[in-house]
């Protein structure tokens, strides 16, 4: 029988009441708030908070990352999952793997034990189907299988036949995907959300969006299975037929929508919800006594300055060196966004199994020596430098305070222009019309090849046209490699690439985590990947915080 999903009473109360309690939290003075006690029901129940819409649909992308990837993660199984602490692949859906002699198949054999919600066993054929719908999607979710052969040609059109893709079911529990080129972080890619399997019934339960009336008919093969949906959230019950139920501890997951990050903190504070990520990082006292724990991991991705190599000055890697030196990267950092960006000294953060390192640094009057040697002292003679930026970006500072510090440290003067989508797109990629281009380049997996890969593209497909054979031949050759020898060559095309200077990386981002105290088994993830199944509760007295950080 199918009930009609439904709200606890308490969250739609604490719902209601968020207008008077944000207004007596931010105008009335500070005071300790009751907090609601858990229901029953919800004894053994992760409540997470999202803001944005959530879909359980594996082969799309929620935003923002965290909840999304744990609602997916939640109710699918990909076939590998990442390890917290090493970042290298583990068993999931597969329970082994193998690369032919020449690294271009790899054959996976799938867990006999693996069962969807409704105790069919997980096949191949639930991979390859559920796969060859994510390459009908939008490119921006398709392409994290264009490495496999003919998949970007099959997502186009340009190739009608699935089977010319190299994505095959050998048979129930063996899949074999094919390669054009040699990519070791492929089984760690595996790891992602999109790409998991799809039961032979799903398609149209989706399309319908009939788990609303009927949850049980959304059958998925991950640790926790749906039980109920509306448009307030969504509720996940453990599945008995997930292989390794004997390992989760939670008995299930609701996630609750909120108006907005703030909305969702103040939940928290209420008793509400338990995990709250990311959260704003403006200043907020909790005006609670509920013990809550604030997590900062670093996101695996950087913003950089590119530059374009085939203009002007730019061409000289001694201007380059002077504009990475002249940069002051602290004090912007610490005015706009504390504790939320932290300088980058390099492409690559810190993450699971590899550190990151040092190899900028900053020093003005250095920076001014090379300018002067590469024939612009003072900044006399050198032309404006051009910078196209997407109308959006209006409101960030950062750009503006780059540039400005160029012209203050080196005379070196930059025309920032804010333009529509076409517009900007048609200057930089079909007239390549810019000297320097600003973003953030994210990774999705955990590996430093991810963010460099970019250097392994023909110069005239790169934002800083810039190529060199020899980092070209270290990332090439990393990919043949694993462990400390793949992990060596990145080192040396990083430390190549830094020296060229053809980017500056300038900042890494934290994502900030606010939990309840009972909330146990929480781990750092840079892809903002972590896995409810390892998590569980533990409830304690509630009482007043004995550490309480100001800046929640």
């Not at 997470?48 to 879909?55: E, F, G, K, S």
């Not at 991979?127 to 390459?135: D, E, I, P, Q, T």
């Not at 593209?457 to 070209?472: F, G, H, I, L």
């Amino acid at each position: 029988m199918t009930t009609t999903p439904r709200v606890h009473w308490w969250i739609g109360l604490a719902l209601l009441a968020l207008g008077g309690l944000m207004a007596g939290v931010f105008l009335g003075p500070r005071r300790a708030l009751a907090v609601i006690p858990r229901a029953p029901e919800d004894q053994n129940v992760l409540r997470v908070a999202y803001t944005q819409h959530l879909v359980p649909d594996p082969n799309r992308r929620s935003f923002p990352m965290a909840p999304g990837n744990q609602f997916i993660l939640g109710l699918w199984e990909p076939l590998v999952e990442c390890d917290p602490d090493t970042g290298e692949p583990l068993p999931a859906a597969a329970q082994s793997w193998e690369w032919s002699a020449d690294r271009k198949v790899l054959t996976l054999k799938l867990r006999p034990d693996a069962r969807w919600s409704n105790g069919d066993p997980v096949t191949a054929h639930d991979f390859v189907r559920g796969w060859s719908r994510l390459l009908r999607q939008t490119m921006a979710w398709a392409q994290n299988l264009f490495p496999l052969h003919n998949a970007e040609a099959y997502h186009r059109g340009q190739i009608k036949d699935l089977a010319a893709v190299g994505l095959h079911a050998l048979d129930d529990l063996t899949l074999r995907l094919e390669l054009d080129q040699i990519r070791s972080t492929l089984v760690a890619e595996l790891a992602d959300p999109l790409l998991a399997p799809l039961h032979a019934s799903s398609a149209q339960v989706l399309a319908d969006k009939a788990y609303f009336s009927n949850p049980a008919k959304l059958v998925t093969n991950g640790p926790f299975q749906l039980q109920s949906a509306n448009d307030n959230g969504f509720r996940l019950q453990a599945c008995p037929y997930y292989h390794g139920r004997t390992d989760v501890r939670l008995a299930g997951v609701q996630f609750i929508r909120t108006g907005s990050p703030s909305a969702a903190v103040l939940l928290l504070a209420a008793g509400a919800v338990d995990v709250v990520s990311p959260t704003p990082w403006e200043e907020m006292e909790m005006p609670t006594n509920r013990p809550v724990k604030r997590e900062l991991e670093l996101v695996l991705g950087v913003t950089t300055i590119d530059f374009n190599v085939t203009r002007g000055p730019l061409r000289d890697v001694r201007v380059r060196q002077a504009l990475a030196l002249a940069l002051d990267r602290n004090s912007p950092v610490e005015k706009f966004n504390p504790g939320r960006m932290t300088p980058a000294w390099s492409m690559v953060p810190d993450m699971p199994g590899r550190p990151g390192l040092q190899l900028l640094k900053e020093n003005a009057d250095e920076a001014r020596r090379l300018l002067a040697a590469a024939g612009y002292s003072g900044g006399k003679g050198f032309p404006v430098l051009d910078l196209s930026l997407p109308l959006w970006e209006t409101s960030d500072p950062y750009p503006a305070t780059w540039t400005e510090q160029w012209y203050r440290e080196l005379g070196v003067k930059t025309h920032l222009v804010y333009e529509p989508g076409p517009v900007r797109s048609k200057r930089m990629t079909a007239e390549g019309d810019y000297d320097v281009f600003y973003g953030t380049l994210l990774a999705t997996v955990p590996d430093a090849g991810d963010l460099m890969s970019g250097y392994l593209w023909p110069s005239e497909y790169s934002v800083n046209k810039w190529s060199d054979k020899e980092v070209v031949r270290l990332l090439t050759a990393a990919n043949t490699k694993t462990g400390a020898e793949h992990l060596a060559l990145l080192e040396k095309a990083e430390r190549l690439i830094m020296a060229a200077v053809p980017s500056v990386p300038v900042m890494f981002e934290q994502r900030q985590s606010l939990l309840a105290d009972e909330v146990r088994g929480w781990y750092q993830d840079p892809l903002a990947r972590q896995s409810l199944r390892r998590l569980w509760l533990e409830p304690g007295p509630l009482h007043s915080n004995p550490n309480p950080d100001p800046r929640l």
